[in-house]
Each structure stands twice: as structure tokens, then as C-alpha cells.
């Protein structure tokens, strides 16, 4: 054991308990015998003692002395001793050694460690000889014994055994025995390095680079000061151990006030305080995982929550509720089972400058009236969404970039409103923005682009407000307004925005939605600026339409099938027909050209002017297309935009 790692434990220098604090341990046993009850000098006298009978014992043909006693008995026999080379000890001579061996008698030990017999064997090579007793010991005692006498030792104590031989310094050291330390102290299902300053990393053990990564993260977090509640009813003080425990994280402040880079590590229970952190100290969370939600703020709290990571929970990553308050800034919150934020039942937090991401459903959800401002955030790589607002929720959304959503990257459902203002809602899945069921918000000056379906969809009752936005670079239309079968009309009002270079139509209008359109900029659209299929009226006031390839148009009067150039991807809005000859059902559609050319002859009826795709040209029929080559797979599955999955994270609330 080097000096370092002993000092780490309290072991060069003296172990001094923390003032003022309890000392506690997860582990609760009772050792049938502690190593530390004898004290160092009873110990060295007996050594000394035995070390003199066995030179005695070979006088005749040995002289006692430091450089003829074999070097590897020396040290199993006195490590971490002071050395005889070094000692104040003068050397015996064969006949003081004959005459200390003569002086000491068994009588000298106490009762239960007189040896049964008095007899030595030696090692006729050293001079030195040790008890059958001893041999066994070091020996011949197996592994697994002598592994399970450590289990009962802590961390010191182990650090002691380990300077008594090679054999004893392997098997104190072994994995298993500091993993069970390590997590019996910090409850940490991993080893949790600290490589820097505020800065703490989990690792997978068959990853580290260490021997002993239980060990070494041990030894790294050692400094911490603990905080659990009822810390006397878990131990109390254990000889052996050196950890300072508080039942109130004030009061582990107060006592980390002189320390250089202090370290909290704060397990689980409630903590009721309000915090005024002024000096540079960590603080994070010891438990084995996050079985609920890793940080609850609730009932009126305001704490300050900055800097942690929070990850890999079971349920969500921080959870407000009941009006909580707070800042929460500069985190990482990613990989939780639920979502990464839940804000509900009026709480106001402020979230700024955090990374959420990564999360097994939403980034940031706000429900039931769930409030608060979302600013300066990366949202990123949700299963779901990532944000989702709804049930009256109404919270101000400034300046982050939500993308990477494979259900979208904003989700406005069931009432909900809010205000979006300045972000980059991009590279997403599904739709950019979903408003839809009676929601109100308000988007303004928002960038949404580049998203694998439309810009912004408003669906069965949607409304809102968008205002001044840039929509563009989106793979379907840049805004596409549906009623479907909803009894409210969709109805929401447009204003001042761009929308361009979008690979289908610029705005999409169908299923008896309606829209107030006003001084907006439409144009570099492929399939046209303005779409409306049949009973549409919107209200239009000064819009500039213009430079749309109006490929659908071209398509048509160059008499190919629209289906190629739509695909099954996306849905170009056109008179299309049914064939009664060919018995269509009412989810197929036929465009103007395979009627004319595919169909020619055949009893057909006009469906309607609407977004669809010719599934005469994409094979689905019968007969094969005249307009179009081979035919493709099936595609009534896609016959419209999917529906976007609401959260089901208020079924699993705490």
C-alpha cells in the first residue's frame, strides 16, 4: 500500500473523525474480532519478541542480523514496521537472542492466545522460525476463509491487513471485497470517477483502466461529506471508519466552509431547506438509481439546480410539481425511461442552458397547467417529441434548438397554449410543430426547417397565432391545415412569415380547415404556393405568392401520372378521381392523367380537388399503369400524414 493511498484513508498522519459530525456505515455487521483493538506497540513487542526466539533458535550457525535475514520473511513478518535497518533497536547477538528467547514465557499473552504448544519449527537457511499457528496462517489457510474475514473489515483496517504479506495484500485487494465497500458507503451502482473540478463520470468497471476501479473511485470520493437522513439509526459511529454525515445539507455546508473543493453527496430522503450556495462545492446524489423521478421540486421550493448530471432514471429526469419554482441550468439530462422534464399542476420553473436529450419519450413536458419558461436549450433525440404542452399548460419557449424528434419537435395538444419565440425547431421526423384538439399558441420568429414531413401541421380544431417565421427546406408542406373529423374547425391565423424552398406545397389547406392569411411570402415551393382543396375558403390579405415550380401543373400538362413525382412520400393536391369499373375503394385515388389514358372507357366519378397520391401509379390496382413503370409496394398505410404518439407519462405520475 503506498503512502498516498493511506494518507487517502486517514492512515499516515492519524485518522482524526470529522468534528462536529456523525460517522456512520451502510454496513451493519460485528466482527468476531477487531484488528484494531490491540495497539501498534503490543503488537511490535511480540514481533520483536518472536523474531529474537527464533534467532536463538539457530544461533549456532547464523548471526542475527539485517543483512543475513531473508528479505521476503522480513517483510511478511514487519511490513509497515520500522525496518531494523533503520531502527533505534540495537542488534541482537546469538547470546542475547538465546537469553530473550530464555526471558519470554506463553504466561506473557493473554489466555486465549497462549499457544497450546511452545515448540518452533524453523527455517534453518534464516535463523527464522514462526509458529505452526503462523505457517497456517499465512499459508495454508484457504482464500475464501480468509476472504471472508476481510468482508468484515472496512476500508482502514483492510489498508492495515494489506502490509502484512504479499498473500494478504492480494486478497485485500480484491474487487468483490471494495465493490460491496463501495456500494454500501455511496450506494452507486457504478464506479463514479472524478477526473476535474465539478466534474464526475460513471464508468462500466470492465472500461477503467485501474486494477481495482471500485478501489480507486472509492479512494477519489473519500473526502465526501454525507448527507442521509437518520444517519444514527444506520450505524452510528464504526470504528474503522472516518465519514462525516449530516441529517441537513445546511449542515454539511457549514462544515465543508474550509475545505478545498468540497464534495457533498447528498442520499436519498426529503430535504425541506432553502440554499444560498456561494463557494465552489459539488453536489450530487448518492443512491443506486433513479427509481422515480432523480430531482423533485415541489409545494413552493425554489432551489438552484445547476451543473449535474441526471440520467438513466426509471421514471422522469426532474419532475416539478404542485408550483414549484426553481433554476434549473446548465444540466445534462439524458436516457430517462420518462420524460427528461415534467412541469405541472401550476409550477413555474426556468430552465436555461441545459442538454436534454436522449430520452425514452419526451424532452420537456408540460401538463395541467404546467408553466414556466424553457430558454437557451438544447432538446435533442427523443423517442417522442421534444416538447409537449397540453391541458392548459402555458409556458414561454425562447431561443432553443429542438431537433432529432422522431415524433416531432413541439407537440401542442388538448388545450394547450404557449408562446415560442426565436427557436430552431429542425431536422425532425414527423412535423416540425403539431398544433392540434382546441390548442392556442403562439409561434413568432421561429426558424422550422428541414423536417422529414411538414413545417407545421394543424389538425382537428388547431388554432394559434404564427407570426413572422421562417418556414422552409421542410420534405412535405410548409404549413398543412386539416380539419379531418373534428367538430371545431381548424382555424389559425398566419402573419408576416416565409415560407420557401419547401419540396412539396408552400401552404396546404384541406378537409374543411380555413385559415386567416396575411402579408405572408410564399415562393421556391415544388409543388405550388397556395393549395386549397375543394370548399376551402381561407381569408386572404396582402400574401406574396410568387417563383413556385408549380410542378404539379407541369406534370399534369405533360401528361405523366403525378405519382412520379410524388411517390408514396408526399401528396400533390389535384382533381382526382374513383374507377367503379376497376372497384376502387374510397381510399384509393386516381389522377386526371391514368384516368384519361389507364382508366379510358372505364366508369369513374370525380372524388375531389385534395392531397392524395395516384395509386394507379403506384401499382395498388389491378391493372398496371400505362403511365408509370414497375409497380411498388403498397401504400394505403401512408395515405395521409401519421398522427403524432401523445405522452403517455401522465399514466406513470409518482
Known sequence: MQSAELDMFGLVGGAADASSAGTSAMH???????????????????????????????????????????????????????????????VLSPTAAITAATAYCPSMLPTRKRPRK???????????GCSPAAHYLLYE????????????????????????????????????????????????????????????DFVQPEECDYDNPW??????????????ENYHKHGGKETGRSVAYFETIQAAFDYCD????????????????????ETNISLIGAAPGNALAGIQIRTNSDPIVRHNKI????????????????????????????AGVWITTGSTPTLRRNRIHSGKQVGVYFYDNGHGLLEDNDIFNHLYSGVQIRTGSNPIIRRNKIWGGQNGGVLVYNGGLGLLEQNEIFDNAMAGVWIKTDSNPILRRNKIYDGREAGICIFN???????????????????????????????????????????????????????????NQIFNNRFGGLCLASGVNPIQRGNKIFSNHDAV????????????????????????????????????????????????GHVVEFIRHDRFFCDCGAGTLNNQCQLQGEPTQDTDTLYDSAAPIESQSLMAEV
Open 28 to 90: 451493519h455487521h460485528h466482527p468476531p474480532y477487531h484488528l484494531r483493538r490491540k495497539s501498534h506497540n503490543f503488537l511490535l513487542t511480540n514481533l520483536k519478541m518472536a523474531v529474537a526466539a527464533g534467532a536463538g533458535a539457530s544461533a549456532a550457525t547464523v548471526t542475527a542480523s539485517p543483512t543475513t535475514a531473508s528479505p521476503a520473511c522480513i517483510s511478511a513478518a514487519t511490513a509497515g514496521l520500522p525496518s531494523a535497518a533503520t531502527s533505534s533497536t540495537p
Open 118 to 128: 511452545t515448540y518452533f519449527t524453523g527455517d534453518s537457511s534464516t535463523g527464522l
Open 311 to 338: 440520467h438513466d432514471g426509471q421514471h422522469g429526469g426532474i419532475y416539478v410539481h404542485e408550483k414549484g419554482q426553481g433554476l434549473i441550468e446548465c444540466n445534462e439530462v439524458y436516457a430517462n425511461t420518462l
Open 215 to 228: 478501489k480507486e473511485s472509492f479512494k477519489q470520493l473519500y473526502h465526501g461529506v454525507h448527507v442521509r
Open 461 to 519: 380544431g388547431g388554432k394559434g397565432l404564427l407570426e413572422e417565421n421562417e418556414i422552409f427546406r421542410n420534405a412535405q408542406a410548409g404549413v398543412l391545415i386539416s380539419t379531418q373529423s373534428h367538430p371545431t374547425q381548424s382555424h389559425p391565423s398566419l402573419r408576416r412569415n416565409q415560407i420557401y424552398d419547401g419540396l412539396a406545397a408552400g401552404i396546404e389547406i384541406t378537409n374543411n380547415a380555413t385559415a386567416t392569411l396575411e402579408h
Open 258 to 277: 474550509d475545505m478545498e473543493r468540497p464534495l457533498v453527496l447528498i442520499h436519498s430522503g426529503v430535504y425541506r431547506t432553502r440554499l444560498i450556495i
Open 141 to 200: 489457510l484457504p482464500d475464501e476463509v480468509l476472504l471472508t474475514i476481510f468482508s468484515y473489515l472496512y476500508e482502514r483496517d483492510l489498508c492495515h491487513v494489506a502490509q502484512v504479506c504479499k498473500r494478504f495484500y492480494t486478497i485485500a485487494n480484491d474487487n468483490e471485497l471494495w465493490k460491496n465497500l463501495y456500494q454500501g458507503l455511496y450506494e452507486y451502482d457504478l464506479p463514479l470517477f472524478n477526473p476535474s473540478p465539478c466534474k464526475f
Open 553 to 600: 401543373e407541369k406534370a399534369v400538362s405533360s401528361g405523366q401520372c403525378l405519382y412520379k413525382i410524388s411517390s408514396y412520400t408526399s401528396f400533390p393536391m389535384h382533381d382526382f378521381f374513383r374507377c367503379r369499373t376497376c372497384n376502387t375503394t374510397e381510399r384509393n385515388a386516381i389522377c386526371v392523367n391514368c384516368i384519361k389514358t389507364c382508366h379510358n
